[in-house]
């Protein structure tokens, strides 16, 4: 895919700089005297208090945090409402974040260590505030409220009744309590003293109704609600009420069959059903809907309900069946077959851009610039690239800033590196940031992950993936593929640094959970397993099944995951274009009946580029200029193998993988030769002296889409039209580039569709035009 290089850099610390009104505000800040009210007389711990100064179109807000335990605390987080008519400016000696009017604050890492008996002074939290100089509401620090006093329980419940009976369950409604300190959470069910049942309200109000299941037939209970809010805080019990269950032999004819199912609605991973209501004597107590014959899920009356947890691109059954008040089950509706729509929905394409953790060097290609050049607002996905395993633990690997070698023949060019400097480390300036707001040089997340933050905030349709492997970070995936345990191992760990965003420390950023929400689902980018790849990976004829493996791990500890987030987390693949490769190392038949790795994945990003170049150390084909991206076989190849497009992705359609589930590789950047004879043919397929000078000196014969136009100058553009071929020469023993244009995307993104196919991958995002000339014809053919 791509040739992971960085050299070591000097790397300064993006602290803050007080200067002009910054430095202004942090000298009144020390000279002010400000009104605050008097702090709370309570029992010991951390206290918040609050004060004020007004300066004109403006007032300093502060908070002061004092420790009255007998311990030093370490770490605090402070979180408040803004009061109607307030709105926020920066906040200083801490980390700020707002969403709506709640804001959340943790200490910076100077202040978060407060002595027993010690406050934050004289480095404090404050902020700007405009509009009024009232208190801030509802401030809480460490969860506990900030003048000290303690939690009030809320409300007791009122008004508990029976609302519905089976001869297995009791249904109960009540009045919803009065939160006092905190909003309410939920209720608890107790029959006669023990825990019998819990209502949440997960992302709306919370219900007040519950249904206590278990029961025995015909018995008598006695049944108590209590409320809980969201800091753990329980009522007292409700006035007790007493109900029997049903007793069967009272009822023994079942009700009818629900008829009319259908699906009014359905995703990559969910399916919404739909089914006429039926009605008994003795009442309908709900629907019981199965899939394939084991039951998913049941309903009250409702005549609806959504099945999520499925795979994409997959064709299920579904039936339901009616309960009546004495759990009399009726026979199964009429069966539905329904297929789960692909990664991105009927009609709609992927585009799929990666953005290379190293382009903020020498490219000078931020997060940013997929903001300004218009690509976020085209692309659905983006994969970071890349993550790398450690060598040692075989675990993805964070938190280290170690450079690769400028060998490409190393062949440990890549061991034990990664950039977390980059990654998460590095303070951008306000020029180089998605809101245009800098860094500190304080923020647990910083560098490009921040950045991606913003980006999705401001473009909520995009995913962002993070890619793991490339072309020098995939030397030890066959070890770390290689049984059960490693596979287990591995995943759990990647899915704990990326998904849930634990990152290591590192230059005072990372922690638990500080890259939260940032990654979308996981790019596994090995290259190759069962194949020669980089000089020194490991591998052998065992990684095929074990790869095959390694998807389904994934698949089940992201689904598992996901079944406590209510998420459904991506898992896609970059995949070879030499059928070679794909048949010693990927098993994508869906043919012979045998588990295929694209039973795991969402989609397969298959390579459409690289098929003929000369290396930068002149190794691969220095000697011969050729297509690298062609669309079909040019006639005129002279070489004795058949690299294309067409016969790449024809490889997976004709082993039954679903056309949908595939993407086609498009390159940002051209492959480039020198000292080429002309032989007739404008260069074409013709002698060459090694790899042209390229845009980085450690990249010869490549250069990104951009710099080429502007770099080469007086190369004739050449479109050969029987093998939709982009290329362009110099003159005799001049230089002769490959590349995609606007003209052969055009081609290739109207061929695709015809294919069916789920769209196209770009490597990599920093080779377009400042104004996305490449990205939009993309976006325009699809």
Same mark, same amino acid.
């Given at each position: 895919?791509?040739?992971?290089?960085?050299?070591?850099?000097?790397?300064?610390?993006?602290?803050?700089?007080?200067?002009?009104?910054?430095?202004?505000?942090?000298?009144?800040?020390?000279?002010?005297?400000?009104?605050?009210?008097?702090?709370?007389?309570?029992?010991?711990?951390?206290?918040?208090?609050?004060?004020?100064?007004?300066?004109?179109? /403006?007032?300093?807000?502060?908070?002061?945090?004092?420790?009255?335990?007998?311990?030093?605390?370490?770490?605090?987080?402070?979180?408040?409402?803004?009061?109607?008519?307030?709105?926020?400016?920066?906040?200083?000696?801490?980390?700020?974040?707002?969403?709506?009017?709640?804001?959340?604050?943790?200490?910076?890492?100077?202040?978060?260590?407060?002595?027993?008996?010690?406050?934050?002074?004289?480095?404090?939290?404050?902020?700007?505030?405009?509009?009024?100089?009232?208190?801030?509401?509802?401030?809480?620090?460490?969860?506990?409220?900030?003048?000290?006093?303690?939690?009030?329980?809320?409300?007791?419940?009122?008004?508990?009744?029976?609302?519905?009976?089976?001869?297995?369950?009791? @249904?109960?409604?009540?009045?919803?309590?009065?939160?006092?300190?905190?909003?309410?959470?939920?209720?608890?069910?107790?029959?006669?003293?023990?825990?019998?049942?819990?209502?949440?309200?997960?992302?709306?109000?919370?219900?007040?109704?519950?249904?206590?299941?278990?029961?025995?037939?015909?018995?008598?209970?006695?049944?108590?609600?209590?409320?809980?809010?969201?800091?753990?805080?329980?009522?007292?019990?409700?006035?007790?009420?007493?109900?029997? @269950?049903?007793?069967?032999?009272?009822?023994?004819?079942?009700?009818?069959?629900?008829?009319?199912?259908?699906?009014?609605?359905?995703?990559?991973?969910?399916?919404?059903?739909?089914?006429?209501?039926?009605?008994?004597?003795?009442?309908?107590?709900?629907?019981?809907?199965?899939?394939?014959?084991?039951?998913?899920?049941?309903?009250?009356?409702?005549?609806?309900?959504?099945?999520?947890?499925?795979?994409?691109?997959?064709?299920?059954?579904?039936?339901?069946?009616?309960?009546?008040?004495?759990?009399?089950?009726?026979?199964?509706?009429?069966?539905?077959?329904?297929? @789960?729509?692909?990664?991105?929905?009927?009609?709609?394409?992927?585009?799929?851009?990666?953005?290379?953790?190293?382009?903020?060097?020498?490219?000078?290609?931020?997060?940013?610039?997929?903001?300004?050049?218009?690509?976020?607002?085209?692309?659905?996905?983006?994969?970071?690239?890349?993550?790398?395993?450690?060598?040692?633990?075989?675990?993805?690997?964070?938190?280290?800033?170690?450079?690769?070698?400028?060998?490409?023949?190393?062949?440990?060019?890549?061991?034990?590196?990664?950039?977390?400097?980059?990654?998460?480390?590095?303070?951008?300036?306000?020029?180089?940031?998605?809101?245009?707001?800098?860094?500190?040089? /304080?923020?647990?997340?910083?560098?490009?992950?921040?950045? $991606?933050?913003?980006?999705?905030?401001?473009?909520?349709?995009?995913?962002?993936?993070?890619?793991?492997?490339?072309?020098?970070?995939?030397?030890?995936?066959?070890?770390?593929?290689?049984?059960?345990?490693?596979?287990?191992?591995?995943?759990?760990?990647?899915?704990?640094?990326?998904?849930?965003?634990?990152?290591?420390?590192?230059?005072?950023?990372?922690?638990?959970?500080?890259?939260?929400?940032?990654?979308?689902?996981?790019?596994?980018?090995?290259? /190759?397993?069962?194949?020669?790849?980089?000089?020194?990976?490991?591998?052998?004829?065992?990684?095929?099944?074990?790869?095959?493996?390694?998807?389904?791990?994934?698949?089940?500890?992201?689904?598992?995951?996901?079944?406590?987030?209510?998420?459904?987390?991506?898992?896609?693949?970059?995949?070879?274009?030499?059928?070679?490769?794909?048949?010693?190392?990927?098993?994508?038949?869906?043919?012979?009946?045998?588990?295929?790795?694209?039973?795991?994945?969402?989609?397969?990003?298959?390579?459409?580029?690289?098929?003929?170049?000369?290396?930068?150390?002149?190794?691969?084909?220095?000697?011969?200029?050729?297509?690298?991206?062609?669309?079909?076989?040019?006639?005129?190849?002279?070489?004795?193998?058949?690299?294309?497009?067409?016969?790449?992705?024809?490889?997976?359609?004709?082993?039954?993988?679903?056309?949908?589930?595939?993407?086609?590789?498009?390159?940002?950047?051209?492959?480039?030769?020198?000292?080429?004879?002309?032989?007739?043919?404008?260069?074409?397929?013709?002698?060459?002296?090694?790899?042209?000078?390229?845009?980085?000196?450690?990249?010869?014969?490549?250069?990104?889409?951009?710099?080429?136009?502007?770099?080469?100058?007086?190369?004739?553009?050449?479109?050969?039209?029987?093998?939709?071929?982009?290329?362009?020469? @110099?003159?005799?023993?001049?230089?002769?580039?490959?590349?995609?244009?606007? /003209?052969?995307?055009?081609?290739?993104?109207?061929? $695709?569709?015809?294919?069916?196919?789920?769209?196209?991958?770009?490597?990599?995002?920093?080779?377009?035009?400042?104004?996305?000339?490449?990205?939009?014809?993309?976006?325009?053919?699809?």
């Amino acid at each position: 895919m791509g040739v992971t290089v960085f050299t070591s850099r000097a790397r300064r610390r993006a602290g803050p700089r007080p200067g002009g009104a910054v430095a202004a505000l942090l000298l009144l800040a020390s000279l002010l005297v400000v009104a605050g009210s008097p702090p709370a007389q309570a029992a010991a711990g951390l206290r918040a208090t609050f004060s004020t100064a007004d300066n004109g179109s /403006w007032h300093l807000d502060k908070y002061v945090i004092t420790n009255g335990t007998a311990n030093a605390v370490n770490g605090w987080t402070l979180e408040f409402d803004l009061p109607p008519g307030v709105t926020l400016g920066n906040g200083y000696n801490g980390n700020m974040t707002a969403n709506g009017n709640h804001v959340t604050v943790t200490n910076a890492h100077y202040n978060g260590s407060i002595p027993a008996g010690g406050s934050t002074e004289p480095h404090s939290f404050w902020f700007i505030a405009y509009g009024s100089n009232a208190e801030p509401l509802n401030c809480r620090i460490n969860g506990d409220k900030c003048d000290g006093t303690p939690d009030r329980a809320p409300g007791t419940p009122t008004g508990v009744a029976v609302a519905g009976r089976t001869t297995k369950t009791v @249904t109960l409604t009540w009045t919803a309590a009065v939160a006092t300190d905190f909003p309410i959470a939920g209720y608890d069910i107790y029959r006669n003293g023990t825990l019998a049942a819990s209502v949440t309200g997960g992302s709306g109000a919370v219900p007040t109704t519950g249904t206590v299941t278990g029961l025995t037939p015909n018995t008598a209970y006695t049944f108590t609600v209590r409320a809980k809010d969201t800091r753990g805080n329980v009522s007292a019990d409700s006035a007790p009420v007493g109900a029997t @269950t049903l007793n069967p032999a009272d009822d023994t004819t079942a009700p009818p069959a629900p008829g009319g199912l259908r699906a009014t609605a359905k995703t990559s991973a969910s399916v919404t059903l739909a089914w006429n209501a039926v009605t008994d004597p003795s009442g309908i107590a709900g629907y019981d809907v199965y899939r394939g014959g084991a039951l998913v899920l049941s309903t009250t009356t409702a005549t609806t309900a959504v099945v999520s947890g499925l795979a994409p691109l997959t064709a299920y059954t579904f039936t339901v069946r009616a309960r009546d008040s004495y759990d009399n089950v009726s026979p199964a509706s009429a069966a539905l077959s329904v297929t @789960t729509d692909d990664a991105v929905g009927s009609g709609k394409h992927a585009k799929v851009g990666y953005f290379v953790q190293w382009g903020i060097y020498g490219r000078q290609y931020f997060v940013k610039n997929l903001d300004t050049s218009g690509a976020a607002a085209k692309l659905t996905h983006i994969n970071y690239s890349f993550a790398n395993l450690d060598p040692v633990n075989l675990t993805c690997l964070q938190g280290v800033t170690k450079g690769t070698t400028s060998n490409p023949q190393d062949p440990d060019q890549g061991t034990g590196a990664g950039d977390a400097e980059a990654d998460y480390g590095r303070g951008f300036s306000a020029a180089q940031s998605v809101d245009g707001v800098a860094d500190t040089g /304080w923020e647990p997340l910083r560098g490009n992950f921040n950045q $991606l933050k913003k980006l999705k905030a401001k473009h909520p349709h995009l995913k962002v993936l993070i890619s793991i492997g490339g072309w020098t970070y995939s030397k030890f995936f066959s070890d770390a593929a290689a049984t059960p345990a490693s596979r287990e191992k591995l995943v759990r760990s990647c899915l704990d640094i990326y998904i849930k965003g634990n990152l290591p420390t590192y230059n005072g950023a990372g922690g638990p959970g500080v890259a939260a929400g940032i990654f979308d689902g996981i790019d596994l980018d090995w290259e /190759w397993p069962g194949a020669e790849g980089h000089p020194g990976n490991h591998w052998g004829p065992q990684d095929k099944a074990n790869n095959t493996a390694l998807f389904a791990e994934f698949r089940r500890q992201l689904d598992a995951l996901g079944a406590g987030t209510g998420k459904r987390y991506l898992l896609t693949a970059f995949t070879p274009a030499d059928p070679a490769k794909i048949e010693a190392g990927w098993d994508i038949s869906r043919t012979d009946g045998t588990p295929s790795v694209f039973d795991y994945m969402d989609f397969a990003n298959v390579q459409g580029y690289d098929f003929h170049g000369a290396g930068s150390d002149n190794s691969w084909e220095p000697h011969r200029t050729g297509h690298q991206g062609n669309l079909y076989r040019d006639a005129q190849d002279p070489y004795p193998f058949d690299f294309s497009v067409e016969k790449a992705i024809r490889t997976y359609l004709d082993a039954g993988v679903h056309p949908r589930q595939l993407t086609l590789g498009i390159a940002f950047y051209g492959r480039g030769w020198q000292g080429v004879t002309d032989g007739g043919a404008n260069g074409e397929w013709q002698a060459a002296t090694g790899a042209a000078p390229g845009q980085f000196a450690e990249e010869a014969g490549t250069r990104g889409y951009s710099n080429l136009l502007a770099m080469v100058p007086n190369c004739a553009v050449h479109h050969d039209t029987q093998s939709v071929s982009t290329y362009c020469y @110099t003159g005799a023993n001049g230089t002769w580039w490959t590349y995609d244009d606007p /003209w052969s995307i055009g081609l290739k993104t109207t061929w $695709l569709k015809q294919q069916g196919l789920l769209g196209v991958m770009i490597w990599e995002m920093s080779g377009d035009t400042a104004n996305g000339a490449l990205m939009s014809a993309l976006h325009t053919g699809l």
